[in-house]
């Protein structure tokens, strides 16, 4: 399965910045939907954050999905790899 990495900037409460890739079907290409899955994974967070913005979330590259992938996005319609201050 091929799957489109969104590379994501998000600022929390404290000041910290955290950074996450959304992983979509590489079919999806609205940017809307992709900010509405950002925003599902935010509102799961025990911690505030600012919203997601065109200039803080971007399509970056296209890759082949993991298995672990490949069931998140079958089940949630997408996958987020978590990279640096997101728990």
């Known amino acids: 399965?091929?799957?489109?990495?969104?590379?994501?900037?998000?600022?929390?409460?404290?000041?910290?910045?955290?950074?996450?890739?959304i992983l979509v079907l590489s079919t999806i290409t609205d940017e809307q939907t992709i900010f509405n899955f950002g925003t599902n994974y935010l509102k799961k967070k025990t911690f505030l954050t600012q919203q997601l913005s065109s200039n803080k979330c971007r399509l970056c590259h296209f890759e082949q999905a993991t298995d672990e992938m490949i069931l998140s996005i079958e089940k949630n319609g997408y996958y987020i790899l978590e990279m640096e201050n997101c728990t």
């Not at 600022?11 to 910045?17: K, S, V």
Request: charged share 35%; no cysteine; hydrophobic share 45%.
């Open 1 to 21: 399965m091929k799957i489109a990495v969104w590379d994501t900037y998000v600022e929390r409460e404290d000041g910290t910045i955290m950074h996450f890739d």
